[in-house]
Structures are given as structure tokens and as C-alpha cells.
């Protein structure tokens, strides 16, 4: 069994910076890509950034130059510095990653989500 943990959530202004933290745990034998997804009230999932086990990294349009996406393959680990945050990146952050554990194939985990708010 994998287990995916999100950490790091939480109320920050306007402006300000959080860092979110999603570690994974359990029978791993490599992690490909490690990908953050949010959903706001009333809207769908949508990607954020997605970091794969080379450590090339992908983001939406709308974290370019703000949201940056790094990984601890040491400690299976994957972060999410958010700097310049705006009331619409509100949400509940999730965490997904693609596992492989052979003589299995690689599956997908979802994390249980954190909660970031953006008010002031």
C-alpha cells in the first residue's frame, strides 16, 4: 500500500507565501511524476504543476513566476512553494503521484488534500 500525506495548508493574505509538502509513503519502488491539483468551491480539479523523476517540471499559466514545484526523492517528498498568492488560488491543494512497485504496474495515488485560503 502507498499512502500520500499533504501538509501545509492553511490561511495566508494576499500577497503572502506558503509552502506545501506531500510525502509519500508505503511500498515504493520508484515514483514517476509528482503532480499538484486544486479545486475550488464549485469548480473541477485542475492541474497546478507536475514534476517528474528528472526533476522537469510543468505549470499552468495562471502559477508561472509565482508557484514553483520541487522534489526530495530522498525523502519521496514533493513541494509546492507558493509565493504572490491571490484570493483565486483558494482551494483545497491535492497531491497525485504515479508509483511503481513492480512486478506490478505503476498505479495513481491521490492525496487527501489540504486546504489553503487567501483572505486578508
Known amino acids: 500500500q502507498v499512502q500520500l500525506v499533504e501538509s501545509g495548508g492553511g490561511l495566508v493574505q494576499p500577497g503572502g507565501s506558503l509552502r506545501l509538502s506531500c510525502a509519500a509513503s508505503?511500498?515504493?519502488?520508484?515514483?514517476?511524476?509528482m503532480t499538484w491539483y486544486r479545486q475550488a468551491p464549485g469548480n473541477q480539479r485542475e492541474f497546478v504543476a507536475v514534476?517528474?523523476?528528472?526533476?522537469?517540471?510543468n505549470y499552468a499559466d495562471f502559477v508561472k513566476g509565482r508557484f514553483t514545484i520541487s522534489r526530495d526523492n530522498a525523502k519521496n517528498t514533493v513541494y509546492l512553494q507558493m509565493d504572490s498568492v491571490k484570493p483565486e488560488d483558494t482551494g483545497v491543494y491535492y497531491c497525485?503521484?504515479?508509483?511503481?512497485?513492480?512486478?506490478?504496474?505503476?498505479?495513481?495515488?491521490w492525496g487527501q488534500g489540504t486546504q489553503v485560503t487567501v483572505s486578508s
Open positions: 508505503g511500498d515504493i519502488f520508484k515514483i514517476y511524476s
Open positions: 497525485h503521484s504515479v508509483i511503481g512497485n513492480p512486478p506490478w504496474a505503476p498505479r495513481h495515488y
Open positions: 514534476i517528474d523523476s528528472s526533476g522537469s517540471s
